[in-house]
């Protein structure tokens, strides 16, 4: 895995500055420490920072075809760059490296941008061609690698990460409040809109081209719903034949391949199928807590003694979290609507201090086999819809979230005053995610008079549904919420808060064989009984485990995996700049939140125990914390974390005269 970034010269009326495509790529090095490499002409300059990973010595960046008319940086992977490469070299390409970069160029020499639809990976591609002028940039289906750009004085910048782009002084810096209401109610910024004014993010299965001064932005793949007619065994047949091949192709690598173990089914399989067919020398690793109700490392330890792997745990507590939540932020580049992030970051530093560089995880099964419960909730909420003065029917909600504590206490109110009136219109297209949505919004009512009035009548829930795909009303519920799960808390958090930015900052890439394509179009166009049994989650992923877990984990329940939130600011011993962040000067110089509104939730966070605060006040303490984080940290303080020293390699590259 890699960091990308460039300078496109719209204008064409000033030279491009080397010095600050420099420190574009320094100021994200951690993506790729390993090596750094240049491309800069009058028109463009493109940079990359290298994580090895796939032909160690040959698969330096930006690299060019025969004749030097194209130039390319990529972060990410081409899992079968291998066939692709036998099918190139039939037809005649010749090949200089050995690595999937270079895969790349022939194909745009044979497709044009059509390339793309070829490739199954995990990647964010910049592409230079000299001949027609233009600049293609392209990102994965999924949205597993990120990729940013805006216009700026006559320029076209982009980059993997914001912070590469705001090395540039003449792009602004500034929270677009749209962007913060848009986070705050789906938990993700929806590309191509971010938290920040005038910088957009390339979306997932999108590719743009940048041409004398034109932007073009074409998407190339979406999901699509007809349910297979395949019977149950069939279905399983594939679904395992699917997952073992996806982890055979992400299993390529010059380099040592770890795994998550979290203790869940999800990488409980994929540990177990790579440690059985793949790789008996797997090392695995887990993250756990001191607070027993977050803490799985008994599943944890039973999967690693089943499988018999090399195991390693990094364990976490409320002081861990708040302590480096600063750097958390600085990695995410948003405000975080839970603290978990945390405990990933300390994972994949654990991971990196082991000389570990790529780790599989469990990634995408929730969403493309029906693991949430918020599926199983909107099913319930649906069931109890037909009649809903009955008592017995919400009750079943309590079988949802019996890991959480103390859940009996107040049960009936909470369901009478909160269910209940999400219970219609059942025909609603977000009907699985307005629970969700509401929930999270509690935030939004600490806004300041002044950040409430630059909304002017923006509506992020009504922008999203007029985005989505012709037909979607007609599928089935299930389908529909799980392509709403998929583009938003997908790929805007747990791909990227969760996933790529808590990884990358570690140097640590991560793969995710169940977010292969061929997997996510297949297990999407399962009929929803094979996904929900009843009110059994991931039917039939269970149904092929059986070969390969115990009963135990197979049968157990399930735990979403989450991280103490209001306890890891205001219990975890003394925190200086949460303290600076909270007082009331503070609050009273930011325009963000009602200082007297933060100040009372502040204080009723504190006279609870962290089991007794609601959900909506946990993710608005967290909210409000990391909303402040960012602003000090992007806003006022942005210009003292630009490197003032650049590495050896990034000096030593001298521009052409």
């Known amino acids: 895995m890699c960091g990308i970034a460039g300078i496109y010269n719209l204008n064409n009326d000033k030279d491009i500055d080397p010095l600050i495509l420099k420190r574009m790529i320094a100021i994200i090095s951690y993506r790729g420490p390993d090596e750094f490499g240049f491309y800069l002409d009058s028109q463009i300059g493109l940079a990359h920072s290298r994580l090895s990973i796939i032909d160690l010595s040959g698969g330096k960046q930006p690299m060019h075809n025969e004749d030097k008319s194209l130039w390319v940086i990529f972060n990410g992977e081409i899992f079968n760059y291998i066939e692709l490469h036998e099918g190139l070299l039939a037809r005649g390409h010749?090949?200089?490296?050995?690595?999937d970069t270079e895969v790349l160029l022939h194909l745009y020499e044979e497709k044009g941008p059509d390339f793309i639809k070829e490739l199954n990976g995990q990647f964010a591609i910049a592409l230079w061609d000299k001949r027609k002028e233009s600049l293609l940039l392209a990102r994965d289906r999924l949205g597993i690698r990120p990729l940013f750009y805006t216009q700026a004085g006559g320029k076209f910048l982009f980059a993997s990460e914001i912070k590469s782009i705001f090395v540039d002084k003449m792009v602004s810096r500034e929270i677009d409040p749209a962007g913060l209401d848009q986070l705050f109610t789906f938990w993700a910024n929806i590309a191509p809109r971010t938290i920040f004014k005038n910088i957009r993010e390339l979306p997932a299965a999108h590719y743009l081209i940048a041409s004398r001064g034109k932007l073009t932005i074409k998407r190339y793949w979406d999901l699509e719903f007809s349910p297979v007619s395949s019977g149950e065994d069939d279905c399983a047949?594939?679904?395992?034949?699917?997952?073992?091949?996806?982890?055979?192709?992400?299993?390529?690598a010059d380099v040592p391949v770890a795994a998550y173990l979290s203790g869940g089914i999800d990488s409980s399989l994929i540990s177990s199928l790579v440690k059985k067919f793949y790789n008996s020398h797997l090392q695995t690793f887990s993250v756990s807590f001191s607070d027993q109700n977050f803490d799985e490392s008994p599943f944890q330890r039973q999967m690693a003694e089943f499988i018999h792997t090399k195991h390693a745990q990094a364990r976490c507590s409320y002081s861990d979290i708040g302590r480096i939540m600063p750097e958390v932020v600085w990695h995410a580049e948003k405000p975080l609507i839970r603290t978990a992030p945390a405990p990933l970051f300390l994972l994949a530093k654990l991971v990196r201090e082991n000389n570990i560089k790529v780790v599989l995880t469990g990634e995408g099964a929730d969403e493309i086999l029906g693991g949430y419960d918020l599926f199983r909730e909107a099913k319930i909420r649906r069931f109890w819809a037909r009649f809903?003065?009955?008592?017995?029917?919400?009750?079943?909600?309590?079988?949802?979230?019996?890991?959480?504590?103390?859940?009996?206490?107040?049960?009936?109110a909470f369901l009478e005053g909160f269910y209940r009136k999400n219970l219609t219109p059942t025909d609603s297209w977000c009907y699985s995610h307005t629970p969700r949505w509401e929930t999270?919004?509690?935030?939004?009512?600490?806004?300041?008079?002044?950040?409430?009035?630059?909304f002017k009548g923006y509506d992020a829930i009504e922008e999203f549904g007029q985005a989505l795909p012709g037909g979607f009303r007609e599928w089935e519920a299930l389908a529909q919420a799980q392509y709403i799960e998929i583009q938003t808390l997908l790929s805007g958090n747990l791909l990227s808060s969760q996933g790529d930015r808590m990884m990358m900052a570690n140097s640590?890439?991560?793969?995710?064989?169940?977010?292969?394509?061929?997997?996510?179009?297949?297990?999407f166009n399962l009929p929803a009984k094979l996904k929900i049994k009843v009110l059994k989650e991931k039917y039939l992923l269970k149904k092929i485990s059986g070969e390969f877990l115990p009963p135990e984990i197979i049968s157990r329940v399930k735990q979403a995996y989450r991280a103490p939130d209001s306890d890891s600011f205001l219990r975890a011993g003394a925190l200086e700049y949460v303290d600076e962040l909270l007082s009331a000067e503070n609050l009273r110089k930011n325009d963000y939140f009602d200082s007297k509104a933060v100040s009372c939730l502040v204080e009723k966070c504190r006279a609870m125990e962290n089991s007794q605060i609601s959900a909506r006040d946990n993710l608005a303490m967290v909210s409000v914390v990391t909303t402040l984080l960012l602003d000090k940290l992007y806003i006022r303080d942005f210009d003292s974390r630009i490197p003032a020293q650049l590495p050896e390699e990034i000096c030593k590259w001298k521009a052409p005269v």
């Open 440 to 454: 999270a919004g509690k935030v939004k009512s600490l806004f300041s008079q002044e950040l409430k009035a630059q």
């Open 237 to 252: 047949q594939k679904l395992l034949y699917l997952l073992k091949d996806s982890i055979r192709l992400r299993l390529r």
């Open 388 to 412: 809903p003065d009955s008592r017995l029917r919400p009750l079943l909600i309590r079988k949802l979230y019996s890991y959480i504590p103390n859940w009996p206490r107040k049960t009936s």
């Open 94 to 99: 010749i090949f200089y490296t050995h690595s």
């Open 508 to 523: 640590v890439e991560g793969r995710f064989p169940f977010l292969d394509y061929r997997l996510v179009e297949f297990a």
